[in-house]
């Protein structure tokens, strides 16, 4: 090569090519703070969580999602076990309220919401607190050892069943279990579905 032939090397300053993809930006792939699924990626605000009606498949999200918020929500705040305890998945009064909170978290943080909205959370978290403490209260669960919310027969029903403590040993594993014991129950009830259909009207026999 002469001296007048230009050099067409890319130094370490050129910019990219057009046909290039640009260099991505590590902050714009980083997770928002606390835990993956805490942020609110999402195209639009969601609409209230039906436990009920859930299927195996949304269940399993949902209480993802929702285990990774409540453990960042616990840690961020500093909330104590009267408050949220470990097996908070156990007591479905507590996972009502902390999937409402939740889903107001996420609506409240939308970036399309209005800059105020934030404030308006905090308000409603400040009440939800207390209402967690009254069920935490009435349900018994602590920091080292659980049992089952306390159920009141009324007259004419079965009466209900007893009610035992057992120690945590690992919450975690506990939660894992909870989780795929629940999506295999609704799984069974879907399968069950879907075989009293019949396969040519769609109708269920």
């Known amino acids: 090569m002469s001296e007048d032939d230009e050099d067409l090397t890319p130094g370490p300053e050129d910019p990219p090519q057009i046909d290039e993809p640009e260099p991505e930006d590590p902050a714009s792939t980083e997770s928002p703070p606390g835990a993956a699924g805490t942020g609110p990626a999402l195209d639009e605000p969601p609409g209230p969580i039906n436990w009920n009606l859930l299927s195996s498949e949304q269940a399993e999200l949902q209480w993802l999602e ?120 609704r799984k069974a009830k879907e399968d069950e579905f879907y075989a009293s259909l019949n396969p040519q009207t769609g109708e269920v026999t």
């Open 66 to 185: 929702l285990n990774a918020w409540v453990n960042w929500l616990r840690q961020t705040y500093g909330l104590p076990v009267s408050v949220i305890p470990p097996m908070w998945h156990r007591h479905s009064e507590l996972v009502w309220e902390l999937s409402a909170l939740h889903t107001h978290w996420l609506c409240a943080y939308d970036p399309e919401q209005n800059g105020s909205a934030p404030i308006g959370w905090h308000r409603d978290f400040a009440e939800a607190r207390q209402r967690l403490r009254d069920w935490v209260q009435a349900s018994g669960t602590r920091l080292d050892r659980d049992r089952p919310t306390r159920q009141t027969a009324w007259p004419g029903e079965d009466p209900a069943d007893a009610v035992e403590e057992a120690p945590i040993e690992n919450r975690d594993e506990d939660f894992v279990e909870f989780v795929l014991d629940d999506v295999a129950r």
